[in-house]
């Protein structure tokens, strides 16, 4: 089961990631991470207000991941162990080859895969929603998280701030 909570957050992240890199990579084209000295503190109390109530949709989010593919798999012949050996090998040019999936396996996730999508959808609508509540635009989100990500001193005035914001 263990495996199978660590596999469900590797795959929720990458239909997370996926659908982000696309639009992320799109916007990196126009604008780069935003200067360390551009990015106020009310912006970061915003950006860590957001990632906070991010961090508690993404377990919801897993959650009815998790119970999508338990009750798909519920009348099928795979187990969660292989449902996510064939998911991962999908990303995995090497690891893909290796497998041996049957027609009935590929048919499992060909079924489960359009229910993962729906949930994947809702999850961007939320976070998109999360993001605009929080008072940043998308793509200022963006800018502030890949500066938190790729500068120290953004980083330390980040997890200050955020420590600040969970305390109250």
Do not use: C, Y
């Not at 508690?56 to 009815?64: L, R």
């Not at 090998?89 to 048919?107: C, F, G, H, I, L």
């Not at 961007?124 to 502030?144: C, K, N």
């Amino acid at each position: 089961m263990k495996i199978f909570k660590r596999s469900a957050v590797f795959i929720l992240g990458f239909f997370l990631i996926a659908g982000a890199a696309f639009a992320q990579g799109q916007q990196m084209k126009q604008q780069q991470a935003a200067q360390p000295d551009s990015i106020s503190d009310k912006e970061l109390k915003k950006f860590a207000t957001a990632s906070q109530k991010m961090q508690k949709v993404n377990g919801e989010i897993q959650q009815k991941m998790m119970a999508e593919v338990k009750a798909a798999l519920k009348d099928k012949e795979m187990d969660e162990k292989r449902f996510q050996q064939i998911m991962m090998s999908k990303r995995n040019k090497k690891m893909a080859d290796s497998m041996n999936v049957t027609p009935q396996e590929e048919q499992t996730i060909k079924e489960i895969q359009p229910k993962l999508m729906k949930v994947r959808q809702g999850a961007q609508q939320q976070m998109m929603s999360v993001i605009q509540e929080s008072g940043l635009q998308p793509q200022r989100f963006q800018a502030i998280m890949r500066a938190v990500q790729s500068n120290p001193e953004v980083m330390k005035r980040f997890q200050k701030i955020a420590q600040d914001t969970m305390k109250k």
